[in-house]
């Protein structure tokens, strides 16, 4: 179970560095099924004032699959430079249980998972690619996360929500 918890939070936290806030492109994906690699799972829950605005995010496949490696690409800006200190408060609920409430360092997480950017983040242009491998044995259930990401000054950097139902794959789309 934490080994699964984990990969979702990776999950969660890779798309959080890149996150943004202006694009509507979540529902969208949800509404028409237009294009099937788009995280429908995810979606940004924040807004214009956030440090980070998001261009596009592509998952592979677009629903995380027990036992299979997904594939994070972000694309997007970041209105200033990306510090240490940066962390983002995480909560982790299957079904309507609370099963992990943490507060976890930006920057560590980048450097312990040697994703292909680390801190300092310079602002500007950002491309983040990172691989998961979701277990094998990951509980059949729906599975929510919450992502509240902030700089070393406390200033909002980013806001996701992610849920997967691995209790029935075919179900992606929800109402974060």
Same mark, same amino acid.
């Given at each position: 179970m934490k080994i699964a918890i984990y990969s979702l939070l990776l999950l969660a936290l890779n798309s959080t560095i890149v996150s943004g806030f202006e694009l509507d492109y979540f529902e969208q994906a949800s509404s028409s099924h237009a294009n099937?690699?788009?995280p429908s799972i995810i979606k940004d829950c924040g807004d214009k004032s956030y440090m980070v605005e998001i261009k596009d995010i592509t998952l592979t496949?677009?629903?995380?699959?027990?036992? !299979? %490696?997904?594939?994070?690409?972000?694309?997007?800006?970041? !209105? %200033?430079?990306?510090?240490?200190?940066?962390?983002?408060?995480?909560?982790v609920k299957v079904g309507d249980v609370d099963v992990l409430k943490k507060q976890y360092d930006l920057c560590q997480v980048m450097k312990d998972n040697k994703t292909n950017i680390q801190c300092p983040v310079k602002k500007g242009k950002v491309k983040f690619t990172h691989k998961v491998t979701i277990p094998k044995d990951i509980p059949k259930a729906l599975f929510k996360v919450e992502v509240r990401a902030f700089d070393v000054n406390k200033k909002k950097l980013a806001c996701l929500n992610l849920a997967v139902d691995f209790k029935n794959p075919e179900n992606t789309f929800y109402d974060l």
């Open positions: 099937p690699s788009k496949p677009a629903v995380p699959v027990p036992g !299979k %490696e997904i594939s994070v690409v972000a694309t997007g800006h970041i !209105k %200033e430079k990306l510090l240490p200190g940066a962390y983002a408060d995480v909560l």
